[in-house]
């Protein structure tokens, strides 16, 4: 009896499947916000030519984001699936972080590290503006 082992090129197909997938699930999910919106807002017009910028923790952005969903507001599933396309390459990372682990390419964990760590004091700390 042989037992198939979990090698790399499974984890390279996984991780190719997580961003495809990723895509397309927030691009559904954008899409469906964005019908909801046409059908509840038809009468609202929005004015470009100003521009207000909220200036927001990120922590409060996504606790409105979900709020939002929860009643069903199509904006903030709009925003849900802006949110689901930033966080596919995101967990693309964490899962090439695993890769080099098991694989134990140190220099490459190093690395993926200092990209996950830039990535979370940018988020967090607000240093991207």
Known sequence: MSTAKFNDSDLQS???????YGVLLALTVAVI???I???TKSGNT???S??????????NVINRIFAGVGHGDGESIIF???LLLFITPALRLLLSLVSFFFEKD????FISLIVIGIIVLSVTLGFSH
């Open 33 to 35: 916000g964005g019908i």
């Open 37 to 39: 919106v046409m059908f």
């Open 14 to 20: 996984i991780i190719g499947n997580v961003l495809r």
């Open 80 to 82: 849900l699936g802006i």
């Open 46 to 48: 929005v004015d470009f």
């Open 106 to 109: 140190w220099l490459y964990v």
């Open 50 to 59: 100003t521009f207000i910028e909220k200036d927001d923790n990120i922590f």
